[in-house]
């Protein structure tokens, strides 16, 4: 069965840090893969997306990841993270056109 | 307004009542879909609309959980005989195409019904 596992369940960083978040699903075929983020008090919404072509992907606020198909991983990075970064950030693979399947969540707290 | 609406925010009920929760989606998207989440968990599948049909309910846990959208827009999942164990947020989402050509793959969350059952 496809699962995706998200490394670190709590990251706490100060300002200005990198952040690199870890993703690993379990797919063989083709993979579409998401960052979903949940800031404080809001809904779940989209951050970035791979479907095909360049496995570099950037999304929004300067967050950026990279699928590397031979490590079955799609890693969330950020070169400068900000106190409004804190959130809770979800990795999820798109399983039979329409069901996603999703990792566990990574509460990242940003230090100001 | 412009995104997906939920209602109730918050629920608290006894084990064994019954619960409606309603989901509003965004205007003309015709994908709905309901996911639960339960703490420190990701989301997890339930059911998938397109238009007024089930598509896909095989996420739902048991016969006590149902879910409608009679018209193609505003859908309510309902609970039967609530036990402790389905205590969760409940989300719902929706996209402007469901699975075929033209779907994206993002999905428009609402901001979820927490349901406790005492």
């Known amino acids: 069965a496809q699962s995706v596992s998200q490394h670190n369940h709590h990251v706490i960083l100060s300002e200005a840090a990198s952040l690199e978040l870890g993703c690993n699903y379990s797919y063989g075929g083709t993979v579409n893969l998401f960052w979903y983020v949940q800031y404080p008090g809001q809904h779940l919404q989209l951050l970035l997306k791979y479907f095909s072509g360049d496995p570099l992907v950037k999304g929004i606020k300067g967050f950026e990841a990279e699928f590397i198909k031979s490590k079955f991983s799609f890693n969330l990075r950020k070169p400068s993270v900000q106190w409004s970064d804190t959130a809770e950030y979800f990795c999820a693979v798109l399983r039979s056109n329409y069901q996603l399947i999703w990792g566990a969540g990574t509460k990242l707290i940003i230090k100001p | 307004g412009a995104g997906v609406s939920q209602t109730p925010s918050n629920k608290v009920t006894e084990k064994g009542k019954y619960v409606e929760l309603r989901c509003d989606p965004i205007?003309?998207?015709?994908?709905l879909y309901w996911y639960r989440q339960s703490l420190g968990q990701g989301p997890e599948f339930l059911i998938y609309?397109?238009?007024?049909?089930?598509?896909?309910d095989s996420g739902l846990p048991n016969d006590r959980f149902f879910a409608v959208r009679p018209e193609g827009s505003v859908s309510t999942l309902k609970i039967q005989r609530t036990e402790r164990g389905d205590s969760a947020v409940y989300l719902c989402a929706s996209s402007l195409m469901g699975i075929g050509s033209g779907f994206t793959g993002e999905l428009f969350f609402g901001e979820g019904s927490r349901l406790t059952v005492l």
């Open positions: 609309f397109q238009g007024t049909g089930a598509a896909d």
């Open positions: 205007s003309g998207h015709t994908a």
